[in-house]
């Protein structure tokens, strides 16, 4: 039976689920491999179902962008999981110095409750179970807020996960801004949200009212910078995938490359060959997606309008889909871009890429540095100092050398934004940190010493210890 939970359900559940968690503070290790079993399990038999589902709520999804970002993804993320739970779940001792001995030192990670996960809809089943993985493997129970813009898989998930979890274990809830609004309005114990900055910004003041704990997963205009040594065709082979993969509907993808001018128009024919091959045509190719929906077409079809309007070169690399109800839309280059124009003031999330190009690295450095934080940056280059130039003097979330996107479904790398592009990370060991409160404890036996820092003070004792210890 689906289990979607409605705006006056939300308050019930939430109890429904502090209850549960009461009542079981600290789940067992099997029982927490159980939850990853039977979450892995739903998705590997439904899979087909889910991709069939996605595809419905995009118009069309290619079959291999939901396999490959939603589903392998996630599957991998599980496994990963269940081979490091028992690391995880393992107290860390640390270091306790002489003063303080004899006695022991170590970090219990605890769940924290009940945890509130808003997903968005570009990779509503990755961007829903990648970060629910965590929160089981953790102990916690969970409510996900998932996006109005993906009804039919929204539907799919609530009956599945219905079918393996209690409501007050895991429940999927769904609705429009409103209630968004009201979900990020319950006092959780941490609320984890993936979106955009703006609405990032909503959600965390909600969370401040009642000092809910926030990670926000966020967006922002990741760049890429080629180096001038680098092989032209090399370069564009190493980013064209993150770029086209879901219709460029990524928070990772590519948002404008930093180019040697002398090979702008190298490149350009580079991704336009390299485009060719991968998509021959878009008009009827299954293996190229639709935009989510009108709004969003609308809004990619007024950037490029505001561009073009204001002088820049537009090069779409396939001719566009006839069908309106479709919404295919193809790579689109930009080049002779300015800060005027809207498409290098907003993240493009779409197939549209901006090439500025630069005479020496400072400049493009310079320019990322005056921007916001974002959330991923790209480096195409074979030159370790290149390399380690861009790196140490720029700040992004995440970095990708000689590639794009990719960083994200590595398991054991966190992933997570700074400053405008988000703060906290998941995935692997820090998602089950995320997810856990690391509880100080301080241990002592039979034996104590404490009582050599009684007052009165000023006595031997006291005047050996700060001496030997103030300095």
């Not at 089943?125 to 039919?152: H, Q």
């Not at 293996?287 to 204001?310: F, H, P, V």
């Not at 703060?423 to 692997?428: N, R, T």
């Given at each position: 039976m689906?289990?979607?939970?409605?705006?006056?359900?939300?308050?019930?559940?939430?109890?429904?689920?502090?209850?549960?968690?009461?009542?079981?503070?600290?789940?067992?290790?099997?029982?927490?491999?159980?939850?990853?079993?039977?979450?892995k399990?739903?998705l590997?038999?439904?899979?087909?179902?889910?991709?069939?589902?996605?595809?419905?709520?995009?118009?069309?999804?290619?079959?291999?962008?939901?396999?490959?970002?939603?589903?392998?993804?996630?599957?991998?993320?599980?496994?990963?999981?269940?081979?490091?739970?028992?690391?995880?779940?393992?107290?860390?001792?640390?270091?306790?110095?002489?003063?303080?001995?004899?006695?022991?030192?170590?970090?219990?990670?605890?769940?924290?409750?009940?945890?509130?996960?808003?997903?968005?809809?570009?990779?509503?089943i990755?961007?829903?179970?990648?970060p629910?993985?965590?929160?089981?493997?953790?102990?916690?129970?969970a409510?996900?807020?998932?996006?109005?813009?993906?009804?039919?898989?929204?539907?799919?998930?609530?009956?599945?996960?219905?079918?393996i979890f209690?409501?007050?274990?895991?429940?999927?809830?769904?609705?429009?801004?409103?209630?968004?609004?009201?979900?990020?309005?319950?006092?959780?114990?941490?609320?984890?949200f993936?979106?955009s900055?703006?609405?990032?910004?909503?959600?965390?003041?909600?969370?401040?009212e009642?000092?809910?704990?926030?990670?926000l997963?966020?967006?922002?205009?990741?760049p890429?910078?080629?180096d001038?040594?680098?092989?032209i065709?090399?370069?564009?082979s190493?980013?064209?995938?993150?770029?086209?993969?879901?219709?460029?509907?990524?928070?990772?993808?590519?948002d404008?490359?930093?180019?040697p001018?002398?090979?702008?128009?190298?490149?350009?024919?580079?991704?336009?060959?390299?485009?060719?091959?991968?998509?021959?045509?878009?008009?009827?190719?299954?293996?190229?997606?639709?935009?989510?929906?009108?709004?969003?077409?609308?809004?990619?079809?007024?950037l490029?309008?505001?561009?073009?309007?204001q002088?820049?070169?537009?090069?779409?690399?396939?001719?566009?889909?006839?069908?309106n109800?479709?919404?295919?839309?193809?790579?689109?280059?930009?080049?002779?871009?300015?800060?005027?124009?809207?498409?290098?003031?907003?993240?493009i999330?779409?197939?549209?890429?901006?090439?500025?190009g630069?005479?020496?690295?400072?400049?493009?450095?310079?320019?990322?540095?005056?921007?916001?934080?974002?959330?991923?940056?790209?480096?195409?280059?074979?030159?370790?100092?290149?390399?380690?130039?861009?790196?140490?003097?720029?700040?992004?979330?995440?970095?990708?050398?000689?590639d794009?996107?990719?960083?994200?479904?590595?398991?054991?790398?966190?992933?997570?934004g700074?400053?405008?592009?988000?703060?906290?990370?998941?995935?692997?060991?820090?998602?089950?940190?995320?997810?856990?409160?690391?509880?100080?404890?301080?241990s002592?036996?039979?034996?104590?010493?404490?009582?050599?820092?009684?007052?009165?003070?000023?006595?031997?004792?006291?005047?050996?210890?700060?001496?030997?210890f103030?300095?």
């Amino acid at each position: 039976m689906t289990e979607i939970i409605t705006k006056t359900a939300l308050a019930d559940t939430f109890l429904q689920q502090k209850e549960y968690f009461a009542s079981n503070t600290y789940p067992s290790y099997q029982e927490r491999i159980n939850d990853l079993v039977k979450l892995k399990a739903m998705l590997i038999d439904n899979q087909e179902a889910f991709i069939d589902a996605m595809s419905q709520d995009f118009g069309h999804r290619s079959a291999a962008d939901s396999r490959i970002g939603d589903i392998l993804t996630t599957v991998m993320g599980i496994n990963y999981a269940i081979k490091k739970l028992k690391k995880w779940m393992k107290p860390d001792k640390k270091h306790i110095g002489i003063l303080f001995q004899p006695a022991k030192g170590q970090v219990v990670y605890q769940p924290k409750g009940v945890i509130g996960i808003i997903a968005p809809w570009n990779y509503p089943i990755f961007l829903t179970l990648g970060p629910l993985t965590t929160a089981l493997a953790a102990g916690n129970t969970a409510m996900v807020k998932m996006s109005e813009y993906t009804p039919k898989t929204n539907t799919l998930l609530a009956q599945f996960i219905a079918d393996i979890f209690p409501r007050n274990k895991v429940a999927i809830v769904c609705g429009d801004a409103d209630m968004a609004a009201a979900f990020s309005s319950i006092t959780f114990d941490h609320l984890f949200f993936t979106g955009s900055t703006s609405v990032g910004k909503l959600v965390m003041k909600a969370a401040a009212e009642n000092l809910v704990p926030v990670t926000l997963e966020l967006g922002g205009k990741s760049p890429t910078i080629i180096d001038n040594d680098i092989d032209i065709k090399t370069a564009v082979s190493r980013l064209i995938l993150g770029k086209t993969l879901n219709a460029g509907q990524t928070c990772v993808a590519p948002d404008y490359i930093f180019c040697p001018e002398n090979k702008v128009a190298e490149l350009t024919q580079a991704f336009q060959t390299a485009y060719q091959s991968m998509y021959p045509s878009i008009e009827k190719n299954d293996d190229y997606s639709c935009i989510i929906n009108d709004g969003q077409k609308s809004r990619l079809d007024s950037l490029l309008a505001d561009a073009k309007t204001q002088g820049a070169t537009i090069t779409p690399l396939s001719k566009g889909s006839d069908d309106n109800t479709c919404r295919k839309m193809p790579l689109t280059l930009i080049t002779d871009v300015n800060d005027d124009m809207t498409v290098m003031q907003q993240e493009i999330f779409g197939p549209l890429l901006p090439i500025i190009g630069y005479k020496n690295i400072n400049e493009a450095i310079a320019y990322i540095n005056s921007k916001p934080r974002p959330l991923a940056l790209y480096i195409c280059s074979f030159n370790k100092s290149f390399q380690q130039q861009v790196l140490l003097n720029t700040h992004a979330g995440g970095v990708c050398i000689n590639d794009a996107a990719f960083h994200v479904a590595v398991d054991d790398l966190p992933f997570g934004g700074i400053g405008a592009s988000g703060m906290g990370q998941y995935h692997g060991d820090e998602g089950f940190k995320t997810f856990s409160h690391g509880k100080a404890v301080l241990s002592r036996g039979r034996i104590s010493l404490g009582s050599l820092l009684f007052p009165p003070f000023g006595n031997k004792i006291h005047q050996i210890l700060f001496k030997f210890f103030i300095r």
